[in-house]
């Protein structure tokens, strides 16, 4: 979900079990350095010139009328079909962006330097705050359309979906197996056979296991990017994220809970009807040859593959794709050939295009600099590091909490392997779940015992992605050796003991897994979660998140500017410095 | 096969390889001026042990790298590039798992451009050859380590190449395995049945080289030079137990154990606390294992080096590291084909475990240069504390990376047990600190 270490999720066996391959960039870098200032400064510098394009298309949508959304069950089903669109169109566009950027990334030695750090920060930036620029930008384009406001949507679930899927796919690139490296050339296959041939299927498991985790992760944006209002443009498109918005300011509680099954029910279809059986299928792309592997079931894809006549049907189909791959196209070579690995790179280049890169990067920066400097004083600098780092401690604070809370249970359950077979789909179905559906009426809960937001309205922060913590933690502790178990009854380990030194160093990879996948989404969730709205009243938490909302609400560019560079640059530096760091720590000492 | 008219069908000239070392300036030579020649209708093995290029020279040929110096040409035709005539089969398979096997097979002619009907009646074909009838439509994960490499044999001969290349393409099969395979490939090479006209093959197993070829190539290590040509005229079938083939495998145990004692003895003379001596990767506990079985009967301290091999189920790439160590340790010695306990290390074998550390401790300290090095700037130091990285540089003004850090990583290994020095993983330095 967005904002955080997201990217780095988390390829994990599928049949609930966890395996945690590769939290992406781990091990790669930890401490930001020059690329990362200079990613950061460009993404930056794009957010302000979209914002920027704004002031100069001023294009208003024809006001919205309420009844665009209808608060009839009947019309629920279209709209769910809606919602379901909106994401597949974004991840079309996911995987169409995944295959050149991460191959651009991966085949050029200069791009690299430069695709690769910001990817790094994007996968920071809360997606929920990019929403007030994107849909500015895109209505600009299509001035008074509804297909502006479509494809913004689109947008906003396409940026909580690519940047993992972008990464794994890079690393796989990077990974190929030497050996089969050799035979793809020793057979003489052309750039374009061995993409197909090779690296396209060796990259396939985790590119699945990760656009199906970002699919999950994306219900949450798609709900919270169909009505929005930025500034004075109203955006509501059918689905069942604007059905809730109007049933939250109506405060009708049958059309929430209606919402809320009809939600249930679409992710159920997908995890049963796509998710498993792609993910059961792509088991065939694993590398590793041994047979005695875990391996995922789908009761559709065996349907699918044990009946004679669809297999019948498909097989022209597949014959034409395999020539389609086969196809001797010649692309020319991004990079020399990694044959010799005595080749030289030319010094002299690389300064050159290092100075090109770092003159953009700085007038990047720049640019940004001025524009939020044409409105924020310094004084508002300090007010928006101060809130940020209130979020920063609200999101902490949480996550030590439901980590207390889930971590025991967890393990309890994982222990019991039936148990924990129910339960861990279950856990993934929730953390799937869009809890923004569900916030206007927690809201109406505090309103109506007039509890303290600041305090009671940081659990919304965690509705959705303490579930992260949940399966993996399950999964970790399901996967702990029997024979550690064994040894550690033998010994009489028992108590605390028990605790501190056999089952928690064992679950720790899983559980930072979760749990940086948890704080990510937690960031973003702030932005919807400290500012949220029941009826008529607005119920604030302070917070950077609150800060971007009520900006965004006003259309206040500069102001969110600098909300989403605060909290890009905190929540960059926390997971570099706190997250990775234990991450890195765990996979050393603790992976068994 | 043997045709009268033996032409030649490839030939190495002074080919020279060599690869950036840590220091980044100093080049590392893996080959050193090596010329080969390869004539149709014959079986010619690489013999050699790691490092000594064998697998960097067979990609040379098969044009997947390209060498330094020198020139490969396969009929007369220079080789720039993956060369048409060369099929290759690699020791891990390297089959692609999400195709099965037929469409593994057909994989190559139909990257080439070949036909569509054409490609399929080839790959039957081959499949045939390779007796994988039955199994063209299993994926690699559901065959066995035996079926994998029938498959890719099958994938290098649907290619039809004048040359079959094979990276030790039995040593990840088992004893049984391995055996049935090569007499099948033997029995299809000798009948004719594929239009191969000449195999190479690397490997580091001294049998299988006289049980296949008729030309054995024995390659020295560090850099990798053609040390002896070996031609092998036993006739087929061979039989690992006839007295001829015991006798040649015996010559060339004698003629690889020699070179490794040149080789140790020369950088130590070369310099006074040279740190140019690697360790290779040996744990304590199979150097005292070893010790242990050379000082038992049947060997009593003297053992034949093929028996032993045999005996421990060990190839030469696993026993000959174990003996050079106990080599450069002074616990045993290398004569012709056989190793021969010293009475330090006969002395070794008969202690307990404290004092087993203590002697362990004192040969490393007194043999190997880096050792003593290490302990000497620990003492000189007032923290008594000193980074690996520190060492490790300056072992790489020596040799490679790999190389290295096998050596540290040996060091590390020996010096623990010897109680020399404590090592701390996490910080990556030496000490004299162990937990009280």
Request: glycine share 6%; net charge neutral; charged share 15%.
């Amino acid at each position: 979900m967005g904002a955080g270490v997201r990217s780095s999720v988390m390829a994990s066996g599928v049949t609930g079990f966890p395996m945690v391959d590769s939290i992406a960039s781990a091990g790669r870098r930890v401490l930001p350095n020059q690329w990362d200032l200079i990613a950061f400064a460009a993404i930056m510098a794009v957010l302000t010139a979209i914002a920027q394009s704004y002031h100069g298309i001023s294009a208003p949508l024809p006001r919205p009328t309420e009844d665009v959304i209808s608060l009839g069950y009947g019309s629920l089903p279209y709209y769910a079909l809606r919602t379901a669109l909106r994401m597949f169109a974004a991840l079309f566009f996911s995987l169409v962006f995944t295959f050149t950027y991460a191959t651009l990334a991966a085949k050029s030695r200069r791009w690299e330097m430069v695709l690769i750090p910001i990817l790094d920060i994007l996968q920071s930036v809360p997606i929920l705050g990019f929403l007030s620029f994107t849909v500015t930008f895109f209505l600009g384009l299509f001035p008074g359309n509804t297909l502006g406001a479509e494809l913004a949507a689109i947008f906003a679930i396409f940026t909580s979906q690519a940047w993992n899927m972008a990464f794994s796919f890079y690393q796989s690139l990077r990974t190929v197996p030497p050996d089969l490296e050799e035979v793809a050339r020793g057979f003489r296959f052309s750039g374009w056979q061995k993409f197909w041939q090779l690296e396209a299927p060796f990259a396939m498991p985790g590119l699945i296991w990760n656009t199906m985790m970002s699919m999950s992760g994306g219900w949450f944006f798609v709900v919270a990017s169909e009505a929005i209002t930025v500034g004075d443009t109203t955006i509501t498109l059918p689905g069942v994220g604007s059905y809730i918005a109007k049933a939250n300011n109506e405060g009708n509680w049958s059309a929430i809970g209606a919402a809320i099954l009809t939600m249930a029910i679409v992710i159920l279809l997908y995890d049963q009807l796509l998710f498993r059986p792609i993910v059961a299928w792509a088991d065939k792309f694993r590398v590793e040859l041994s047979a005695g592997q875990e391996t995922s079931t789908s009761w559709v894809l065996n349907i699918l593959q044990r009946t004679h006549w669809v297999r019948m049907a498909f097989q022209p189909l597949f014959a034409a794709l395999r020539a389609f791959s086969l196809l001797p196209i010649r692309l020319p070579r991004l990079a020399p050939a990694s044959a010799s690995e005595d080749t030289q790179p030319s010094r002299v280049l690389d300064a050159v295009w290092i100075l090109a890169v770092l003159a953009v990067a700085i007038y990047a920066g720049w640019l940004t600099v001025q524009f939020i400097a044409s409105e924020v004083s310094l004084a508002e600098v300090m007010h928006v590091f101060v809130l940020t780092f209130y979020t920063l401690v609200r999101v902490f604070v949480l996550i030590m909490l439901a980590s207390l809370v889930w971590v025991p249970i967890s393990i309890w359950v994982g222990l019991r392997p039936r148990l924990a077979e129910g339960l861990q789909p279950i856990a993934q179905f929730l953390a799937a779940f869009p809890v923004n559906l569900l916030f206007g009426a927690t809201v109406s809960v505090i309103l109506y015992f007039n509890l303290n937001p600041n305090i009671w309205l940081s659990f919304l922060i965690i509705f959705g992605t303490q579930w992260y913590i949940v399966f993996n933690v399950i999964g970790g502790a399901a996967a702990f050796p029997n024979d550690l178990k064994e040894a550690a009854a033998n010994f009489r380990i028992k108590g605390w003991r028990w605790w501190v030194k056999v089952m928690l160093p064992g679950v720790a990879p899983y559980y930072l897994t979760g749990a940086i996948t948890a704080s990510g989404g937690s960031w973003n969730a702030s932005i919807v979660a400290e500012y949220v709205k029941w009826k008529d009243h607005s119920v604030i938490a302070q917070g950077v998140g609150s800060y971007i909302a009520e900006a965004t609400d006003k259309g206040d560019f500069p102001k969110i500017v600098l909300g989403v560079a605060m909290m890009s640059l905190f929540v960059t530096l926390f997971n570099r410095l706190f997250w990775r760091q234990l991450y890195a720590y765990a996979e050393r000492r603790l992976r068994l | 096969m043997l045709d009268p008219a033996t032409a030649t069908l490839l030939s190495v000239e002074n080919v020279n390889q060599t690869y950036a070392t840590g220091s980044g300036e100093s080049r590392k030579l893996v080959l050193d001026n090596v010329s080969m020649t390869l004539k149709t209708g014959e079986i010619v093995a690489l013999l050699g042990r790691s490092g000594s290029g064998k697998s960097t020279l067979l990609r040379i040929i098969a044009g997947l790298s390209r060498p330094t110096s020198g020139t490969v040409t396969i009929s007369g035709q220079p080789v720039e590039g993956p060369a048409e005539g060369v099929a290759m089969v690699f020791q891990s398979f390297a089959l692609f798992p999400w195709l099965n096997v037929l469409d593994n097979v057909e994989i190559g002619p139909r990257a080439n451009g070949v036909p569509l009907d054409e490609t399929r009646q080839r790959a039957l074909k081959a499949i045939d050859i390779i007796g994988l009838d039955g199994f063209e439509s299993a994926y690699p994960k559901e065959l066995s380590g035996g079926m994998r490499q029938r498959v890719g044999f099958a994938r290098a001969l649907v290619m039809q190449p004048k040359i079959l290349v094979m990276d030790e393409p039995f040593s990840a099969l088992d004893v049984l395995t391995a055996e049935t395979l090569r007499t099948d490939l033997l029995d299809i090479w000798q009948e004719g049945r594929i239009p191969i006209k000449s195999i190479l093959m690397v490997t580091h197993n001294i049998e299988e080289a006289v049980l296949m070829s008729d030309r054995i190539l024995v390659l020295s290590s560090n850099p990798g030079r053609i040390a002896s040509e070996i031609v092998n005229t036993i006739p087929h079938p061979r039989d690992r137990l006839d007295p001829p083939f015991r006798a040649l495998v015996d010559s060339i145990y004698a003629l690889m154990t020699k070179r490794a004692e040149t080789a140790q003895v020369a950088p130590r003379e070369a310099a006074g606390a040279s740190l140019a001596l690697s360790l290779p990767d040996v744990s304590t506990n199979s150097l005292a294992g070893m010790l242990e079985e050379i000082a038992a009967p049947p060997y009593n301290g003297k053992a034949d080096l093929p028996h032993l091999a045999d005996s421990l189920g060990f190839e030469i790439d696993d026993l000959f590291p174990l003996g050079e160590t106990l080599q450069i340790l002074k616990l045993a010695d290398f004569e012709e084909a056989d190793i021969k306990l010293t009475p330090l290390g006969r002395r070794f074998v008969d202690m307990d475990v404290d004092q087993r550390k203590k002697m362990m401790g004192d040969q490393v300290l007194a043999n190997v240069p880096l050792a003593s090095h290490i302990k000497r700037v620990l003492d000189e130091r007032p923290s008594h504390r000193a980074p690996a990285s520190r060492f490790r540089e300056e072992l790489e003004d020596y040799m490679s990376e790999d190389y290295a850090d096998r050596t540290l990583r040996t060091l590390i290994n020996l010096g623990r047990y010897g109680e020399l020095f404590a090592y701390d993983e996490a910080a990556q330095s030496f000490s004299y600190e162990n937990p009280e």
